[in-house]
């Protein structure tokens, strides 16, 4: 018999038929007459309850039902008397399709940590939790490809292996064949790179944006949404070594545009997952955080402030606040900043603008008054930063001299420079770290906690 996925059992048109389940157990309980078990297939958060009716099935039969074995039953789908349960199955066959040994297993208890939980990350998104920040990630994943779809932009794919640093932050993973215990020499002494795969030094990118220019000054609106990597030694709730960023970028848009497209994103992405994943935020919120739901469905409500940093760094001042960095203009914001701006003086999200061109990226745009850049972040609550952008420089001649002043290698960058000696225009574009957003709607943390297997400083073992 066809099996059927739990999440499609509860929708009611299957009532009063025979069905087949698979999937893994979560409990047994019961007496000598009659035992309950929850059975879990990933579908959904909701377990369906498996009736046996001990009259029909033997106590050897069901000794394999321990936590976390796999079984397979057939039986009617009736609806349930039971507290909580809408259907459930009354069982007639069942099949063991693996054992799950109670004394190894480690998710045979409830309640874990967690913490705990990160240690066996193999088998963590077997737990109500993790099944459901999973599902969310996945569902939010396809929101922003149906988002950008929908409003014309292609997806682009841009390389992870590079010669450049986009960033500039000097913290990315090198990419070798070499053999490191035998390295060949120059007659100078340095690592001989001409025997490398490339010929040339590369490493794992740090973003995708400075090829997605080169699309949205093609194709006219790129995004992008691939892994990138920073070797930056942070541990912190909210850095990963591998994480996951969506970049759009669009030519002709200004910075006013970039942050309109950056607001309806989010919005967008926050409402769609409102929608289509309701029952795992609610678990969410209610094991969790039970002010998530309030929290996302008020980001909906009302417009991002629009401030520039320097006005920022005026409020922060005049704070009266006492925060373990010191905020003065031309620092670059902390966290606790941010999340002062965002949480305590504003208390929804704040889209910060036109920072001092020394602490961004030498691609931004520059401002008349010779201090500032047309970059913009968006702060959210409980997050900080989940947003990174601007509007690009588009001058060649200012980008060169940026470059220089930077000693940014020109021979690296030949490629970009020709995007503004060849039909330049304005352009804007931005990044959202991926698992900032899942944190954010799922409420979870830790930021190691949203993406299956985490990379972090001295971690990568699953
Ligand atoms: O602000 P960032 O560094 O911006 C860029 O990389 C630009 N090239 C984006 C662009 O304009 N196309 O990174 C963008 C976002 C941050 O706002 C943050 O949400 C996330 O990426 N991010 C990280 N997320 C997890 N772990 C890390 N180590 C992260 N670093 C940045
Ligand atoms: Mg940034």
Known sequence: MKRTRIVDLFDGSRLDTEVCAKGWVRTRRGNKHVQFVALNDGSTIKNMQIVFDMAQFTDEQLKPITTGAAIEVTGLLVASAGKGQTVEIQARTLNVLGTADPEAYPLQKKGHTLEFLREKAHLRMRTNTFGAVFRVRSILAYAIHKFFNERGFFYLHTPLITESDCEGAGAMFQVTTLDLNNLPKTEEGAVDYNEDFFGKPTAL??????????????????????????????????????????????????????????????????????????????????????????????????????????????????????????????????????????????????????????????????????????????????????????????????????????????????????????????????????ERLVLFVTGMTNIRDVIPFPRTPKNAEF
């Open 205 to 434: 990118t740090v973003s995708g944006q400075l090829e997605g220019e080169l699309g949205a000054t093609s194709l006219g609106a790129i995004y992008t949404f691939g892994p990138t990597f920073r070797a930056e030694n942070s541990n912190t709730p909210r850095h990963l070594a591998e994480f996951w960023m969506i970049e759009p970028e669009v030519a002709f848009n200004d910075i006013t545009d970039n942050m309109d497209l950056a607001e309806d994103f989010i919005k967008y992405c926050i409402s769609y997952a409102l929608e289509n994943a309701r029952d795992d935020i609610q678990f969410l919120n209610d094991m969790y955080d039970n002010e998530l739901l309030t929290r996302l469905e008020g980001i909906l409500k009302e417009p991002f402030v629009r401030l520039p940093y320097t006005e920022g760094v005026e409020i922060l001042e005049k704070s009266g606040k006492k925060f373990e960095f010191p905020v003065y203009w031309g620092a670059d914001l902390q966290s606790e900043h941010e999340r002062y701006l965002v949480e305590e003086h504003f208390k929804r999200p704040v889209i910060l603008t036109d920072y001092p061109k020394e602490i961004k990226a030498f691609y931004m745009k520059q401002n008349e008054d010779g201090k500032t850049v047309r970059a913009m972040d968006v702060l959210f609550p409980k997050i900080g930063e989940i947003i990174g952008g601007s509007e690009r420089e588009e001058s060649y001649d200012k980008l060169l001299q940026r470059i220089e002043e930077l000693n940014i290698p020109m021979k690296d960058m030949w490629w970009y420079l020709d995007t503004r000696r060849f039909g330049t225009v304005p352009h804007s574009g931005f990044g959202l770290g991926f």
